[in-house]
């Protein structure tokens, strides 16, 4: 309760006085005193969507919000950590127990072995993963290739680091036999894929079942002969 207490406090005055000191930055800087890499972002479309669930009070099928409890074997694990003072800093890359069980997982889906110790990355969520893969390999100019639709990160991780998203649809095919329609009508189209790939590409951003068309396309990658480029 005491440091409860305090960090109220705490973030109170550190409020006051923020919002104080990005006033007067403001005002003296201009209207906008982000970094210029950061001009290109304008607002996000998750804060519209937030203020319109708060304004209707509707269905949001727009982020993931579980509406069942968390399962009981979970609350245990960390109600056990918690008790055995399991609180030291660990491994930056992930605990060993875990990208252990990581690798143990994929590699018979990926039907080859992983090294949990070299090959296991653990991150705080997907953005900081994306984050640290465009921070590691986009140097200014060089091109990113996104399949869309995509997640709205993918775009404002590769333009922080001055990178140049490259987009490659997925497109819509209407069924011909009367069939009900399923993601597997978007389409990728691997000529087109394959006619984006230059001196200066440095990633593709393969996100499987796609985002938001839950199309699943890892399957048709790996018999794909753009794989060994």
Known sequence: MMYCSMFRRFRGIFSENFSAYSCRTMASQGADPRADRLKFIGRNVWIDIRELEAKHNPVNLGIGKPDWPTPQFIKDSFIGAINDDFNQYTRSEGHPDLVKA??????????????????????????????????AFINPGDEAILIEPYFDFYYAGIKLFDGVPVGVPLRYHRPTDGSQPTSANFKLDFEELESKINEKTRLLFLNTPNNPTVRLYIDIMMKSPLRKK
């Not at 997982?105 to 900081?128: H, Y």
């Open 102 to 135: 990581l690798s143990e997982t994929f590699s018979p889906l990926l039907n080859r072995e992983i090294n949990p110790l070299t090959e296991v990355l653990v991150t705080c969520g997907a953005a900081q993963s994306l984050y640290n893969a465009c921070g």
